[in-house]
């Protein structure tokens, strides 16, 4: 029997990246390993329920309730946030679909896909946009999660408030014992791979979903079973459609990243109905859901007090009995822990992987990315408004242009037809060589398209346009791109199953 390393794949069933059978072009070990070839077709594991609850620690994460509530905060009424939820998520369940199906039908991690579009050395241009935002964002995380289990901590035993008085590097001592916590809980639940991943998005799912269920029912109560629909005069009329059209545009910018690179995990799952259906209840009716719960809170706060509340834990933080606030925040942390290991831990140890594949496998990147997340002091990030608006803002503004490219040069230019095995060759008679490694075209629709992005979702002159600037960088990255190709050339569709690997046990 053969034996089966760490990663799960058998290492007899890996070709050797220097030899080719007769007629095909050589692998290359820069660009081929077991972690960056397709899965195999069979046994994937990651079925309609995996995906559901993928998306419900997604959607239901303090962040997006930070969101949701202020738009209730900002005029905006309980129906018309619902609306604007409503419309975001159809579009988003739309983007996700196409996205989903590439990497389902070509079982492809995201910097392995982008080589279709950008060529197999231009790729690393779009999958390190996605890991500079993914690592930066994972950081951020894991410190707001940090302070939510200072909270926590300090509610228990009050004595450790001593602990968090002096700064180390702008963190307490107390700060840096739960920011180190926190980060550890999450390397070690990545160290057992994507299988492990699954399991814990799985598991955490219902739990968020109950406890916020719970706390919204809790604030209803509260307020006599009576809330507030609106903090004021809505708007109305064509400002009314204008703002809730933003406001959906806004939702489906933030999940601009998602977008990108949910091949990663669509990769495992068995075929297209699985997408449709774990997306379809993970997506729409989740996020109504969601939507509701956002807006129960919001209005209950401001039926009883009259206060416009920033974030749900600020709620959490009123809770007068200390075991409900410590239910609470062990919900908070789950529910954190989990969205930054399906948004911002995946994503950067499939990059690394991909820049020295001889060097880092899934597991060795997503530890450095981790530790790279600590050295940038993220901390600092957060607290620095600009920093949070010019450098991520920035980059953001380039995942639509990405997007546009990459969905165009798959559906509209190849048809869907992809000639997996020379995705790892560098021989110049390589479908994905182009000139150098690089498809220039692709590059020539990218950089107008990511500039106008830029322009739009920056510059305050365009502050009315900036919130569908996402939309406009994917309309003219595509649009670019798509009278730059070659749609006449002829495209194969080859599979990779003589390549693939075990599914998703890196």
Not at 157 to 177: C, E, H, K, M, R
Not at 247 to 256: D, M, N
Not at 265 to 277: E, G, V
């Given at each position: ?304 007090d009259g206060k416009l509340v920033q974030s749900p834990t600020e709620i959490v933080a009123a809770i007068p ?186």
């Amino acid at each position: 029997m053969a034996s089966i390393s760490r990663s799960g794949v058998s290492p007899v069933d890996v070709p050797r990246a220097e030899t080719a059978r007769p007629g095909e072009l050589p692998l290359s070990p820069r660009l081929y390993s077991a972690d960056l070839a397709p899965t195999r077709a069979a046994n994937r594991t990651w079925g309609r329920y995996s995906l559901f609850a993928l998306w419900t620690n997604d959607v239901h994460n303090i962040a997006n309730y930070a969101f949701a509530i202020g738009l209730f905060a900002l005029g905006l009424s309980g129906a018309q946030i619902l609306a604007a939820f409503a419309l975001g998520a159809l579009v988003i369940y739309g983007l996700m679909n196409l996205s989903g199906y590439m990497g389902q039908k070509t079982g492809l991690p995201y910097p392995v896909l982008c080589r279709i579009s950008f060529g197999i050395h231009g790729a690393q241009v779009p999958a390190l946009v996605r890991a500079v935002i993914a690592i930066a964002w994972f950081g951020i995380q894991t410190y707001l999660a940090s302070v939510v289990l200072r909270v926590l901590l300090t509610a228990i035993a009050p004595a450790l408030q001593a602990y968090d008085q002096n700064a180390i590097l702008g963190l307490s001592t107390l700060g840096w014992v739960t920011f180190l916590g926190i980060w550890c809980v999450q390397v070690a639940i990545f160290a057992y791979g994507m299988e492990m991943v699954r399991r814990y998005e799985s598991l955490a799912g219902p739990v968020i979903l109950v406890a916020f269920t719970a706390l919204a029912g809790w604030m209803y109560w509260r307020c006599g079973l009576s809330i507030a629909w609106s903090s004021g005069n809505p708007p109305t009329g064509s400002t009314m459609c204008l703002k809730v059209l933003g406001a959906a545009a806004l939702w489906v910018s933030l999940y601009g990243s998602m977008i990108l690179n949910f091949c990663d995990f669509t990769r495992n799952c068995p075929d297209k109905r699985t997408i449709n259906m774990g997306n379809f209840w993970g997506l729409p009716v989740n996020m109504l859901g969601f939507a509701l719960i956002a807006v129960v809170l919001a209005g209950a706060q401001f039926s009883i007090d009259g206060k416009l509340v920033q974030s749900p834990t600020e709620i959490v933080a009123a809770i007068p009995n200390t075991a409900g606030l410590v239910l609470a925040c062990l919900a908070f942390l789950i529910v954190t822990v989990a969205v930054n290991i399906m948004a911002n831990f995946v994503a950067p140890a499939f990059v690394l992987t991909n820049l020295a594949p001889k060097l880092l496998n899934f597991r060795r990147a997503g530890l450095l990315s981790a530790a790279i997340a600590v050295l940038i002091l993220p901390w600092h990030l957060y607290n620095s408004p600009s920093v949070i608006v010019y450098f991520l803002g920035g980059l953001g503004a380039l995942l639509g242009p990405l997007y546009g490219i990459i969905v165009t040069d798959y559906y509209l230019v190849r048809r869907s037809r992809v000639n997996l095995p020379q995705l790892y060759s560098e021989s110049p008679e390589a479908a994905y060589h182009y000139r150098g490694g690089v498809n220039l075209r692709a590059v020539a629709a990218f950089i107008p398209a990511s500039l106008i992005a830029i322009v739009l979702a920056l510059v305050p002159a365009f502050d009315t346009l900036s919130q569908f600037s996402w939309f406009f960088g994917a309309g003219l990255g595509g649009l670019i791109h798509y009278a730059l190709a070659d749609r006449r050339a002829r495209y194969l569709d080859v599979s990779g199953e003589a390549i693939a690997v075990d599914s998703a046990q890196h």
